[in-house]
């Protein structure tokens, strides 16, 4: 198993701790590992400029660092996103990578390696927001075409803590125990979903109206709108 693991902050805290004790189930079965630390690996704001999705990605101002990003996730059976809640919502440098993936989603260009990918979300917080925090990592991966999506979040009430130090620490190890297993056999199955093959049968009636032809482009590249597949 390849695994691409996204960090949205280098602060080696909560989120980092229950990561590694993922990494280290995965690790157990021989899999192969790779981080990206943000904003350390990618810092760049996203300017807003639109011309990832209007014009191509390779529009982008900051088009070389995006792609050496997206060339790691095609490479990776599971994509894990991780990020401690800031403010009710994943890190600054998290979202700006978000943001620049927008191209991606179902609705414009969605890559074809993306489907039957499994995807884990780990976040943390002090207080609240794991589940808002969440919701946004998952919409996220769901629109690139993720469908097999976990997620782990924990709440442990201390700011700038470490999950070691938490009365339940034993408890989020079971957890992280039964979650691992549970992506370890979504990765076998490497199942599309009903609900990704509804989008991408719904977003293709839009691309026949041809509304930005950048996107129309590609699906017709790529034959979807003549009854192609990319699952």
């Avoid at 002090?126 to 782990?152: C, P």
């Avoid at 979504?186 to 990704?196: A, C, I, L, N, P």
Wanted: charged share 25%; aromatic share 10%; proline share 3%.
């Amino acid at each position: 198993m390849k695994i691409l693991v996204i960090i949205g902050t280098p602060h080696k805290g909560n989120t980092r701790a229950v990561t590694d004790l993922f990494l280290d189930e995965f690790r157990a079965d021989g899999a192969d590992i790779e981080e990206i630390v943000l904003p350390r690996d990618f810092g760049e704001t996203c300017l807003g400029c639109a011309n990832c999705i209007l014009h191509g990605e390779d529009k982008c101002p900051h088009h070389e660092k995006v792609s050496f990003i997206v060339e790691k996730m095609r490479a990776a059976d599971l994509i894990i996103t991780a990020t401690p809640v800031f403010v009710y919502s994943c890190t600054g440098a998290m979202k700006s990578l978000l943001d620049h993936l927008a191209y991606m989603w179902l609705v414009h260009r969605p890559d074809e390696s993306m489907f039957g990918k499994i995807g884990l979300i780990i976040t943390s917080a002090g207080g609240a927001g794991v589940k808002e925090t969440v919701k946004l990592l998952k919409s996220n991966m769901s629109y690139w075409g993720i469908s097999s999506v976990h997620k782990f979040g924990v709440t442990t009430m201390k700011m700038n803590g470490n999950y070691a130090d938490y009365k339940d620490k034993d408890k989020i190890k079971r957890q992280v125990k039964v979650t691992a297993q549970k992506v370890r056999k979504s990765v076998e199955r490497k199942k599309v979903g009903f609900g990704t093959k509804f989008l991408f049968g719904i977003f293709g009636m839009t691309q026949k109206n041809g509304w930005n032809k950048t996107d129309s482009d590609y699906w017709k590249k790529n034959g979807w709108l003549d009854g192609k597949k990319p699952f």
